[in-house]
Nanobody, 123 residues
Framework: QVQLVESGGGLVQAGDSLRLSCAAS????????MGWFRQAPGKEREFVAA????????YYADSVKGRFTISRDNAKNTVYLQLYKLKPEDTAVYYC????????????????WGQGTQVTVSS
């Protein structure tokens, strides 16, 4: 199995930046594509960003394009999500996940999930 632990969330003001990290252990990290999802209170979990196993392909939700950047460091078994120009509507619990599926924008295609880290953006 793959175990994932997110960190880096917190309370920030609109326009600020934040970097989330997801540390992986277990099966070979580089064999998995990685994704970030988020869930706000009363809303369904939504896709945010994903990166292929090699890091050569990335995908973003329209709502975060140009503001968020996903990256990975396979040597460190870690995936990152850099958040900038944060907005109050970005407030949510952010989850990282791992998959061997090519359908990286679909939550149910992911096999492993972290516990989530809270991001709160004040106006």
């Amino acid at each position: 199995q793959v175990q994932l632990v997110e960190s880096g969330g917190g309370l920030v003001q609109a326009g600020d930046s934040l970097r989330l990290s997801c540390a992986a252990s277990g099966r070979t990290f580089s064999n998995y594509a990685m994704g970030w999802f988020r869930q706000a209170p009363g809303k369904e979990r939504e896709f945010v960003a994903a990166i292929s196993w090699s890091g050569d392909k990335t995908y973003y939700a329209d709502s975060v394009k140009g503001r968020f950047t996903i990256s990975r460091d396979n040597a460190k078994n870690t995936v990152y999500l850099q958040l900038y120009k944060l907005k109050p509507e970005d407030t949510a619990v952010y989850y990282c996940a791992a998959t061997t599926s090519p359908y990286l924008q679909i939550s149910y295609e992911y096999d492993y999930w972290g516990q989530g880290t809270q991001v709160t953006v004040s106006s």
